[in-house]
């Protein structure tokens, strides 16, 4: 009885520590080490958003439309790992630690790319 205690213990407080999150910098860095010609879209207008964070849940810090190969998609950034995963598990999506891919799936290159380069994993 007390090695199971002691087992439960120590399963318990070992809880898997998260790799840290991607800052915006070493993201693009890496989504130009695939696509060198990769653009982030810009509003024309300060007071424009491109990508409205109140239609995610949970809802993102901010959102960035990225063009690779010329095929454009979403890239969310959310505060932790954890609210990430959850986006993108609800809109089957793509993650990539603090980051979530939108309009990706179902596009093979961007599929292709988001994997290899960004090393996204689609959320089940």
Known sequence: MNYFIIFLFLLLSCEKELPPNYT???????????????????????????????DYTPSCEYGLKVVVKNVTFKALNYKNQLDAKEAATRMKGYVARNWVLDEVSGEPILERFVVKYLKAKKAL
């Open 24 to 54: 915006n910098v070493e993201f693009l860095k890496m989504g130009r080490v695939g696509d060198p010609q990769l653009k982030l879209i810009t509003p024309s207008d300060i007071s424009q958003t491109l990508v409205d964070c109140n």
